[in-house]
């Protein structure tokens, strides 16, 4: 299956802009008083965020590799767009 340039360029864009998103978040919970106890032990509003923020990373790691993959794809030389394109 070959996508266009576009949906590799949409793509990769995604990948990066989940990590500038979840890293921003990252440290924003992380500094967060609702994220920790008065003994130091996380919440389960922590550990819940976090998970969800590792999840976040992983899928837009996935996202971003396959749109670069795409993009490399598509620049090689005798690449064809996909049909309608």
């Known amino acids: 299956?070959?996508?266009?340039?576009?949906t590799?360029?949409?793509?990769?864009a995604f990948g990066v802009w989940s990590w500038i998103i979840w890293i921003t978040f990252a440290r924003n919970l992380w500094a967060s008083d609702d994220a920790w106890t008065a003994d130091g032990?996380?919440?389960s509003f922590f550990v819940v965020h976090a998970v969800l923020a590792v999840v976040s990373f992983v899928l837009g790691t996935i996202i971003g590799v396959?749109?670069?993959r795409g993009l490399r794809a598509s620049s090689r030389p005798g690449a064809e767009p996909p049909p309608g394109q």
């Not at 299956?1 to 576009?6: A, D, H, N």
């Not at 590799?8 to 990769?12: A, D, E, K, M």
């Open 1 to 6: 299956m070959r996508m266009s340039r576009r």
């Open 41 to 43: 032990s996380p919440t």
């Open 66 to 68: 396959i749109g670069w």
């Open 8 to 12: 590799s360029l949409f793509l990769l």
